[in-house]
């Protein structure tokens, strides 16, 4: 029997997992001991990869739609040829801007630079990716405080720090090994700040919960009251700091007599909060998705990250203002998809890094897109204005995903070519689209992540592909050599050279990984970036900001700040309860494609859309358990869901998961003004009973 170790591919934490392989079958998946990461644990989903395609095996030739509505399916080089004449058609017809791509957060580096090098370099077209919906609110908030998109920690941190303070992030469901992490630490407090009384929240020591997207405020009031209070780190404010000064004289217009009601919260409970922050000695600040998903989530994000600042809470064992990752290659989609950075990080307009970027990648400089991707939003809202005409979408699923999703809906009937690169071709996104590429899963691709501690490690093909099966790096390969792209067909042959290109692009950069062959990273304990050449073999844990020195031109951080907007989201009398979304169980993954292959969830999970309620609410609207109620939305749409009476919703407050296709209907198209991140956490809504 084999063993081959390889990383789970779901969530950030990229686990790693030991298979053991027989005949090409998965025997078992046993969680890696000694990995730094997982130490022998994992979720049930980790250990379940070799439940992937059990059920639905698909067809592994790619599918054309034809004109009368049909479908036939054609050989590899067919549908690689059809792909390339039907896009430069299109660009030919209607220009670059007439074609996009959408992916994902869940491919592998090589993957990103392959596909980012041929859509972006090659075809000028725009592709933004499901990361939009998910980091890049800490994306703009990390390079604006700390001068590169560098979140800082290290996992262990969980384990050093006394004080745990968890704000829109619920990790005993959607990170469960981090929340593993929080359990072997003995010493400590749980602090959770979320509107619901969260799975995190039952766990915690003390639960704030606020009202939805007062948390600006809660945290400039916090501000002030650690100011007014004098409970500061001065030294490393002024020797590792810049604008402290017009911060502290902002946030005086936030006393917490003044912002207690906003946030739904007594004064005495957020001074509570700031003594527990001011007695903690290495305090860490955790947030996901309840921050990034908000309309004013960037500023939100800075937020935390100044009270890490002023508190001198950044660098040291057990500290951070920490950004956690959503999906199992977000940061290296952040770096390496050639999207809103250069590869490897850097502006499109900076000369100096173009020329690096151009002598790695052995391309003329004039070669490289000279500019940011329009970002996803755009992107949706200039196919349905008739401006884009082809979209190739990889690895995820929009038309359940995005927000307003019936504005994706439109945009796929106005389309006159959807490619999608899934690997189950009957997707919301993938069952109608007119040439659907099926990929196989990751059990069978190799190719590195990087996850949420800036850990890259190594994805190995447990099993071999079969006949006719073709990875996604395959298919990009395929593609660009169909459309005639001689450098990728001469020098991106495998993962390993685009591995090489990526590296090479890092070179002198925060995020610099000259240091690691691509083979080091097999049956490894992965590597952090960065590790220059040079670097020495790395110890198992590093951390960032050690020295107080951040990635600004005077290697200072920010203190960023902006008055508390208007909430673009507002309850009325026709429109009264707030609906939150997000992760309703460890054992669904996003859009339950994959998830639904795995049989104890399927089982246990429901089959319809649901609303967590709360019981008096239920009572007050005659609902009861398990009814069929109906939800309406502002954005003028409704659909049905049973309701799950809860007491862990707030009276006035509707949960529900995003694992359901009826979700992301009720979504407003509201974004954060710096990061274009949807505001998928607060919807005002109405609710009756459907009889
Ligand atoms: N099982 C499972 N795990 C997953 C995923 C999955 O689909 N399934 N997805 C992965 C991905 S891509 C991501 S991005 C992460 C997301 O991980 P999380 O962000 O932890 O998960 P969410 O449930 O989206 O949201 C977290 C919390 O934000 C709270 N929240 C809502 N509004 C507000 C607010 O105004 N203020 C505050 N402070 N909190 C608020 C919600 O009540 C919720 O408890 O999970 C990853 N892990
Ligand atoms: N209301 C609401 N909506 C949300 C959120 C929320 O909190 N609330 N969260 C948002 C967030 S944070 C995220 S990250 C998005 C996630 O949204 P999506 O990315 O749309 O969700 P997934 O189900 O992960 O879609 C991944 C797709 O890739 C396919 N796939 C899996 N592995 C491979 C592979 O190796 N190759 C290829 N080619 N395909 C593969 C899967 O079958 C699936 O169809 O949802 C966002 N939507
Ligand atoms: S915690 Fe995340 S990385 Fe680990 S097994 Fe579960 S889904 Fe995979
Ligand atoms: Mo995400």
Sequence with gaps: ???????????????????????????????????????????????????????????????????????????????????????????????????????????????????????????????????????????????????????????????????????????????????????????????????RRSETAKNADYWYGIRHRSDLALLYGIANELIQKDYLDHVFIKE?????????????????????????????????????????????????????????????????????????????????????TGQSNAMGSRLFSNTTGLFGGGDFDNPVRRQQVAKALEVEESLLIDKPTIPYNQIIENINAGKIKALWVVCTNPRHSWINNDTFKEAMEKLELLIVQDIYGDTDTSKECHIYLPAVPGVKKEGTVI??????????????????????????????????????????????????????????????????????????KGIQWPFPKGAGKGEDQRRLYEDGNFFTADKKANFVFEAVRENPVKLTEEYPYVLNTGRGSVGQWHTQTRTREIKVVADSCSKEAYVNIHPNLAKEKGIEHHDRIKVSSSNGQSAIFIAQLSEFVGEHELFAPLHYIECNLLTPSIYDAYSKEPSYKMVAVNIELVK
């Design 240 to 324: 590792h700091t810049n604008h402290f000064e017009e911060f502290k004289d902002f946030v005086k217009d936030y006393p917490i007599e003044k912002i207690a009601p906003i946030c739904g919260l007594e004064v005495e409970k957020i001074q509570e909060l700031v003594e527990l922050i001011h007695s903690g000695k290495r305090v860490s600040f955790w947030w996901t998705m309840g921050i990034n998903q908000g309309y004013e989530a960037v500023r939100s994000a800075q937020a935390i990250i100044n009270l890490a600042l002023m508190t001198g809470n950044i660098g040291r064992p057990g500290t951070g203002a920490n950004s956690i």
């Design 451 to 524: 996850n949420l501690e800036r850990r890259l490690s190594a994805v190995r093909p447990a099993i071999e592909k079969e006949e006719n099966e073709r990875t996604d790096y395959e298919i990009f390969y395929g593609v660009a050599k169909a459309l005639g792209l001689k450098d990728i067909e001469e020098k991106w042959k495998t993962p390993k050279d685009a591995f090489t290109f990526m590296r090479a692009c890092t070179k002198g950069m925060p995020c610099d990984i000259t240091g690691i062959e691509y083979e080091d990273l097999a049956h490894s």
């Design 1 to 195: 029997m084999k063993k081959i170790q390889s990383s789970c591919n779901y969530c950030a934490i990229d686990c790693n997992l030991d298979f053991y392989v027989e005949d090409n079958q998965i025997v078992k998946v046993v969680p890696t001991k000694g990995y730094p990461v997982n130490n022998g644990f994992s979720c049930i989903k980790g250990i379940s990869l070799d439940k992937q395609h059990s059920l639905f095996k698909p067809n592994p030739l790619p599918r054309l739609k034809q004109a009368d509505g049909t479908f036939r399916h054609v050989s590899w080089e067919e549908g690689y040829q059809e792909v390339a004449t039907r896009l430069l058609d299109i660009k030919e017809k209607y220009g670059n801007d007439s074609v996009a791509g959408l992916s994902t957060g869940q491919m592998t580096l090589e993957e990103f630079g392959i596909f980012g090098h041929m859509m972006r370099n090659h075809l000028k077209a725009n592709m933004d990716g499901n990361t939009r919906l998910c980091m890049a609110t800490s994306v703009v908030a990390h390079k604006q405080s700390f001068g590169f998109d560098a979140p800082g920690y290290t996992l262990q941190d969980l384990e050093l720090s006394d004080t745990i303070i968890f704000i829109g992030a619920n990790p005993v469901v959607a990170h469960p090994i981090l929340w593993k992490r929080v359990r072997n630490n003995k010493d400590k407090k749980v602090i959770v700040i979320d509107p």
